[in-house]
């Protein structure tokens, strides 16, 4: 490819670092005197134009790859990938090209519209989660509320090891972009950039990390219509490999990733704090309608353009190359286009790259501080801990982005965890299903898990093969309907066990009852008990009469909700 020299290269990442360094410290630095409160969230202080920035910078879902160098370090190098969900970053320029190498058109336009279509569930339940739970400003906030402590540990968990382990794919995509495009070692870029993120988010917290994607994302976009133009300008279509290609045409994954990725970007979009955050910042539920839908146009438009960029190289003889024995990986297609084009062309798509990676990962730092902050320390933390909390959750991702592809594997695994968790949360937002429980919630999220293993076993005929599946080892564009399976097992079989999980609480509670000679209470209505200040709402009589026999100087109105 045209690639700048090693000087320009370096010239262009720490310029492009140094710049986000001055303008978040210098913005940070305004903020060093902030509440903790405002530190931590800004909630209903963001507009529309702004929040539609932010979610295009914090992105939405793609699907990365663990990638094993079998060879060295060129183009053309037979890479193992192993496919996974994660936000909108670096990586998307080895994702979406890939898809339309695999399914074609038709896989880029589901990857497209799966991608972006689901922010839309946060202008649909956040309105509604946030008058649940006015105060919060993460969804484990409501969930302690509405199903208790137990259940708000197991979400926060589960929240916090995917947003971790999403930090080390964001800091392994960078350093893997950096070598394609340069030929540098990616590792000193992966450790200034933790450094400069760190600096401006420990002094400015989330509203930091919102101003500094506001720019971010309308640098991301005059970028990508540059690289855009110039790769469209450039690069030569051979018309007579486009039938044969068979890129126009459907196919049974394509089908499948019809269901299975609006399945599991949807649910694992639950998983990001980050969304939530910005959800919870919009000034009014019409900011966030019209913030969402706008950012769900840009996705849309940038996903695909980037996913086309596959069949482009495909249509101009790029992919799979001219060597049968040693073609070119579907995961690099977009970078092969890149060999003949102009030096100023890559620094573009490396400008672009690190404004991605930084974008992507300043959000999803502050979202794990935040969220650590809030379900594990109950906001107590002084402002000076949280800070330092910043800085030491790094160390640790460093570590294990450079141990990256195969600590990553264990990451696979939050797929389908949120594929079986989300489902049986959602159902308390109605309230129809009162009688819902946190331990309804627990046992069929993680009932949802098992129920893969008893598919993979039965498909595979295999057990071991089974478990295999729950880490999706094959990836989700694996050959026959595992991975197709496994997303339907997992949300179906959720909800089959958090119903035989209240079958058995009602059973056990009516069978107490009985014993102990009281009336069974567990199917009675909310009761809401009228305070000076607000309504409180407590599932059963029971709970009504200790608070009242209490008082309400008791701190009732604190009471989390009801596990069991």
């Known amino acids: 490819m045209g690639q700048p020299s090693s000087e320009a290269s370096n010239a262009i990442i720490y310029t492009t670092l140094g710049v986000f360094l ?37 992105g939405d879902n793609g699907i990365s790859e ?8 060129d183009l053309a190098t037979c890479w193992t990938t192993k496919l996974r969900l994660y936000p909108l970053g670096s990586g998307i320029l080895f994702t979406y090209p890939e898809i339309a190498t695999l399914a074609g058109l038709q896989g880029v336009l589901v990857y497209a519209l799966a991608s972006a279509l689901p922010l839309f569930v946060f202008a649909l339940l956040g309105p509604i989660i946030r008058r649940k739970c ?7 906030e409501w969930t302690r509320q509405r199903y208790g402590t137990i259940a708000a540990l197991y979400l926060s968990f589960v929240t916090l090891v995917t947003l971790f382990l999403y930090m080390v794919a964001e800091l392994s995509g960078i350093g893997q972009v950096v070598e394609v495009l340069t030929g540098l070692n990616g590792l000193p870029v992966l450790i200034v950039e933790c450094v400069i993120t760190t ?6 917290g989330f509203r930091i990390s919102f101003i500094t994607d506001n720019i971010q994302g309308a640098m991301v976009i005059g970028l ?14 051979d018309t007579s490999l486009i039938e044969p290609s068979g890129l126009l045409k459907d196919s049974l994954l394509g089908w499948q990733l019809l269901y299975i990725l609006p399945v599991a970007i949807l649910t694992n979009d639950f998983f990001l704090s980050s969304f939530w955050l910005r959800t919870f910042a919009s000034k009014t539920d019409r900011d966030l309608w019209i913030g969402i839908t706008l950012a769900a146009l840009f996705i849309l438009i940038i ?7 596959g069949l482009i190289a495909a249509w101009s003889g790029v992919w799979p190359g001219s060597d049968p024995e040693n073609p070119l990986p579907g995961s690099v297609a977009f970078f092969g286009l890149l060999e003949n084009l102009p030096a100023w062309v890559v620094g573009f798509v490396l400008v672009m790259s690190v404004t991605l990676s930084t974008a992507a990962f300043d959000s999803l730092q502050s979202a794990m501080v935040s969220s650590a902050s809030n379900d594990l320390f109950r906001n107590k933390l002084s402002v000076w801990w949280i800070r330092v909390a910043v800085v030491l959750i790094i160390i640790p991702i460093v570590v294990l982005a450079i141990k990256a592809p195969s600590i990553l594997q264990i990451y696979l695994i939050s797929d389908l965890v949120s594929a079986a968790t989300i489902p049986v949360l959602i159902v308390g937002l109605s309230d129809r299903c009162y009688w819902w429980r946190g331990f309804e919630v627990v046992v069929g999220g993680l009932g949802g898990i098992f129920t893969v293993f008893i598919f993979g076993a039965i498909y595979y005929n295999d057990a071991y093969k089974g478990a295999q599946l729950i880490l999706l080892e094959d990836g989700i564009y694996q050959e026959g309907w595992a991975a197709f399976g496994a997303f339907v097992a997992a949300p179906v079989g959720g909800l089959l066990w958090g119903f035989g999980a209240l079958a058995l609480r009602l059973t056990v509670q009516w069978v107490q009852a009985k014993r102990k000679g009281v009336r069974f209470d567990a199917l009675d209505r909310p009761v809401v008990v009228e305070s000076d200040s607000e309504a409180i709402q407590y599932v059963a009589g029971g709970d009504l009469e200790t608070i009242l026999s209490n008082g309400q100087e008791s701190g009732a109105g604190k009471v989390p909700g009801k596990f069991f």
């Open 22 to 58: 001055i303008m978040g410290t210098g913005v940070a630095w305004t903020m060093r005197n902030q509440s903790k409160g405002d530190f931590l969230a800004g909630n209903r202080t963001q507009t529309a134009i702004p929040l539609a920035l932010n979610f295009i910078a914090s």
């Open 66 to 73: 663990d990638r094993e160098d079998e060879q060295g370090g």
């Open 134 to 140: 006015p105060e919060g400003f993460v969804l484990t």
């Open 199 to 204: 600096i401006y988010t420990s002094l400015g």
């Open 224 to 237: 990508l219509v540059v690289a855009s133009i110039a790769i469209g300008v450039e690069t030569k279509i």
């Open 303 to 309: 996903i695909t353009m980037i996913g086309c960029t």
